[in-house]
T-cell receptor
């Protein structure tokens, strides 16, 4: 049962343009949503998160939008840079005490072309 | 001054063997995790420890036994290795109850069972 889904396995954009990565979820009880970036042969790196009570969070070039009614979130990267080329994972967090259980989507490979 | 480190980075072994993967974090976190990334690239949580106490134990065969000698270490021992255990195993850490601030991942251990 895939509770977090990233339906686009890959995305290619031109340098300087906007990258939009999408994520859908099924469990309305998730408390937070997070985006991670992963380079080959490295562990995932935390990028940005959003609380389930908010609809937008921005950090520099990265903005995450949450649409709770649609159970959908997206990560916008503006402007995209070649160094952004990586696999991006969407994750949902069920908190509650010290559990901190992250449920990941299957990832989207972003390629930013110079 | 690596934040979360894992050893070894690569592990190749025969079916039926017993092996261990070590993880250490120097971030002062009190919660540590083991994740498995399978051949389809899904990242799934296996275990979580908070202050050396087992918090999360997903549906993992009991051939897998985590051990936390102290808050900074969480090792993973695997008995009677099977072909299906081949995967990349990631260790991570965070402050308990603050998973929305991101879990910090190690570089991963690629396990290949022949």
């Amino acid at each position: 049962d895939q509770q977090v889904k990233q339906n686009s396995p890959s995305l290619s954009v031109q340098e300087g343009r906007i990258s939009i990565l999408n994520c859908d979820y099924t469990n309305s009880m998730f408390d937070y949503f997070l985006w991670y970036k992963k380079y080959p042969a490295e562990g995932p790196t935390f990028l940005i998160s959003i609380s389930s009570i908010k609809d937008k969070n921005e950090d520099g070039r990265f903005t995450v939008f949450l649409n709770k009614s649609a159970k959908h979130l997206s990560l916008h990267i503006v402007p995209s840079q070649p160094g952004d080329s990586a696999v991006y994972f969407c994750a949902a967090l069920t908190s509650g005490g010290n559990t901190g259980k992250l449920i990941f989507g299957q990832g989207t490979t972003l390629q930013v072309k110079p | 001054d690596t934040a979360v480190s894992q050893t070894p980075k690569y592990l190749v072994t025969q079916m039926g063997n017993d092996k261990s993967i070590k993880c250490e974090q120097n971030l002062g976190h009190d919660t540590m995790y083991w994740y498995k990334q399978d051949s389809k690239k899904f990242l799934k949580i296996m275990f979580s420890y908070n202050n050396k106490e087992l918090i999360i134990n997903e549906t993992v065969p009991n051939r897998f036994s985590p051990k936390s000698p102290d808050k900074a270490h969480l090792n993973l021992h695997i008995n009677s290795l099977e072909l299906g255990d081949s995967a990349v195993y990631f260790c991570a850490s965070s402050h308990g109850g603050q998973g929305h601030l991101g879990q910090f991942f190690g570089p991963g251990t690629r396990l290949t069972v022949l």
